[in-house]
């Protein structure tokens, strides 16, 4: 079951039964149910079927993705700073396939990271404080472009990205960090980053922080 609280809210509120996935931001909510059909609901108003055979969804703060389990990558909302990644700077209405042979996506400022299959990291969108590395670097790339190589998974903040390799190495680029992807860390098995915090989970179980690219704390799972 999906559930949302709300600041002030007594209680949560119910949104749907059967839910795999979900994603949540500024558009609103995704969520895939056990059919892979996918369904987006924005503030208050009833959820929509938007897509069907869907294996990933992300909400950014300016557009929409999902990635289809055939592999292809779907987008939706402003363009101006080439979220797409096909050259337009028009917003669409409609989902947009832009993208091929993709297994992930994460999307914040302006930009977005997707995962291909082989373990190549592309990126594409506004690229002020180098999230997309030196894809664009300084203002924008409206074509996804490759970044890294060899990662298992991703993730993006504000201003900057991870991937992590199968080693289990981190590795690092943006805003506190190197243009250039840096290894950060190793034996990770899982990575999130924020406004300016980015988190790992080692496979021994720790959470590791870094704060701006400063590595402040490590916090045992017990």
């Known amino acids: 079951e999906l559930w949302r609280w709300r600041p002030g809210a007594s209680g949560g509120d119910r949104l749907m039964a059967g839910v795999r996935q979900f994603a949540a931001g500024r558009s609103g909510w995704f969520a895939i149910d056990g059919t892979h059909r996918l369904w987006h609901a924005a503030g208050d108003g009833p959820a929509q079927a938007v897509g069907t055979e869907a294996a990933q969804a992300c909400i950014g703060d300016s557009a929409d993705y999902w990635v289809g389990r055939d592999g292809r990558l779907w987008v939706r909302g402003l363009a101006h ?3 797409y990644g096909d050259g337009r700077l028009q917003a669409s209405e409609a989902f947009v396939n832009t993208a091929d042979a993709i297994v992930a996506v994460r999307a914040h400022t302006g930009h977005a990271l997707a995962l291909r299959r082989d373990g190549t990291v592309i990126g594409t969108g506004g690229n002020r404080y180098g999230p997309l590395s030196r894809h664009g670097l300084g203002d924008k790339a409206d074509r996804w472009g ?3 190589e ?3 998974a991703i993730a993006t903040g504000s201003r900057h990205s991870l991937a992590v390799r199968a080693d289990g190495s981190l590795w690092a680029w943006g805003d506190g960090f190197d243009i250039e992807p840096r290894r950060i860390g190793d034996d990770v098995s899982l990575c999130a980053a924020g406004d300016t915090v980015t988190l790992a989970r080692t496979r021994s179980g720790d959470i590791v ?3 701006r690219g400063r590595l402040v704390a490590r916090h045992p799972l017990t």
């Open 146 to 148: 490759t970044i890294f």
């Open 81 to 83: 700073r080439g979220q």
């Open 150 to 152: 060899g990662a298992s």
């Open 209 to 211: 922080q870094w704060e």
